[in-house]
């Protein structure tokens, strides 16, 4: 099930013809049918988690990678434009938060012209962690714009993996 599933106004996406331009000179009817397209652009982005977007003011979200292997949980996070003093990283027993805020300001004054640009956006992330992470092994890099966390296995997780043979049917 889907948000939009639960909205009423956007159930009856399919109308005649002939009730269109019924109602096509009605300016209620107009008004009403943009009310409903702002409400469903809302929804959409609420069910995208606000990704891809950029007219959203004040938020942003970053393209986020996790990887499991028998040894570690690997997490890459594309975070452009940002500094490794932007970014706050904080571990529990069973999750990692990647907290950061992004500002952007840009003076230019020429031939007695000023201009003057602030953009400002926030994020975080929560991700889930299997048991057996070391904590206090974990590893973070920023380079270039991409944030890379390791968190090894304590030695007892990496002993509890089995392998399953696969056999052709």
């Known amino acids: ?3 939009s599933d639960l909205i009423p106004w956007g ?3 399919e109308k005649s013809p002939a009730s269109e331009r019924e109602n096509g000179a009605n300016p209620l009817v107009s008004l009403q049918r943009e009310i409903n397209h702002v409400f469903e652009d809302f929804w959409n982005k609420v069910e995208s988690g606000w990704n ?10 970053p393209s986020t990678d996790v990887t499991e292997t028998d040894k570690s949980v ?3 996070i594309e975070l452009p434009g940002m500094t490794e003093k932007d970014i ?14 992004k500002k952007i300001e840009h003076e230019e004054e020429r031939k007695g012209v000023y201009m003057s640009e602030r953009s400002y956006g926030s994020f975080y992330r929560t991700v889930p962690l299997p048991a057996g992470v070391d904590p206090d092994k974990a590893d973070a890099k920023f380079k270039n714009g991409v944030l890379t966390i390791t968190l090894p296995k304590t030695a007892e997780a990496q002993a509890k993996v089995k392998r399953i043979p696969i056999k052709a049917a």
Do not use: N, P, Y
């Not at 706050?88 to 805020?101: F, K, N, P, V």
């Open 74 to 76: 690997d997490v890459s």
């Open 52 to 61: 891809g977007r950029s007219d959203v003011v004040g938020m942003f979200g």
């Open 11 to 13: 159930r009856d996406k």
């Open 1 to 3: 099930m889907q948000i």
């Open 88 to 101: 706050d990283i904080s571990l529990s027993s069973d999750a990692m938060t990647i907290r950061g805020e």
